[in-house]
């Protein structure tokens, strides 16, 4: 069973930045690829940015394109999300997610994830 856990959500202002992290335990993190997803209140849950499992491959929403950028680090069993620019429509609870699969593909699609955390608030004001 892997554990997800996200940190580093908060308030920030807007143009500010914060960088979330998200912990995947077990021993082959380097076999999951990982997504970020966010959820607004009264809104569905939408897809931020994720990145796979090996090649370095990432794709980023077109909202945050330019803003955002997903890393991980394998040694660390860590993603990153580092939030730049912020604006208060970026204000959501930020969810991590892992896949297990050896592929170097990346998955932008909830139905595909294996395992998510509990999530992070992140609140931007104006």
């Known amino acids: 069973q892997v554990q997800v856990v996200e940190s580093g959500g908060g308030l920030v202002q807007a143009g500010g930045s914060l960088r979330l992290s998200c912990v995947a335990s077990g021993p082959t993190f380097s076999s999951y690829a990982m997504g970020w997803f966010r959820q607004a209140p009264g809104k569905e849950r939408e897809f931020v940015a994720a990145?796979?499992?090996?090649?370095?491959?990432?794709r980023h929403a077109d909202s945050v394109k330019g803003r955002f950028t997903i890393s991980r680090d394998n040694a660390k069993k860590t993603v990153y999300l580092q939030m730049n620019s912020l604006k208060p429509e970026d204000t959501a609870v930020y969810y991590c997610?892992?896949?297990?699969?050896?592929?170097?593909?990346?998955?932008?699609?909830?139905?595909?994830?294996?395992?998510w955390g509990q999530g992070t608030q992140v609140t931007v004001s104006s």
């Open positions: 997610a892992a896949k297990l699969t050896s592929d170097p593909w990346v998955w932008q699609f909830e139905n595909e994830y294996d395992y």
């Open positions: 990145c796979s499992s090996r090649d370095g491959n990432t």
